[in-house]
């Protein structure tokens, strides 16, 4: 049983599972497979508080993740099958593993469509 399962391994993901640790609640975080968000695709990011000079996408999102680790978040690298919101606790499937918590928090963010040109 968990207290806090955070789904999702973008800015807001991280953001959360940081939260939710420093308030003593042990998240455990399913980063998926392809941690980070859309922002491993990205270069400078200059509009991020806290960077005068900017930062590069995935620099930043290593940074995220190690905050959130140094406060006790533990992290699966899988990608979520199935959630059941019907009845508490919530159940979350990812991979082979089901798990249970009193709260999800699902920041999945969203995933750019491009042309291909």
Do not use: C, W
């Not at 059941?84 to 918590?101: I, W, Y």
């Amino acid at each position: 049983m968990r207290k806090v399962v955070v789904i999702g391994s973008g800015p807001a993901g991280y953001t959360a599972a940081i939260y939710a640790a420093r308030a003593n609640l042990s998240p455990l975080q399913i980063t998926g497979f392809a941690s980070g968000g859309q922002l491993m695709l990205t270069t400078l990011v200059e509009n991020y508080p806290g960077f005068v000079e900017g930062i590069m996408g995935p620099e930043l999102m290593e940074t995220m993740q190690k905050q959130a680790e140094r406060f006790g978040t533990e992290m699966i690298a899988e990608d979520v099958t199935s959630v059941d919101f019907s009845k508490r606790p919530f159940r979350v499937t990812a991979g082979d593993t089901t798990l249970e918590s009193h709260a999800v928090i699902i920041a999945t963010g969203a995933t750019a469509k491009l042309l291909g040109l």
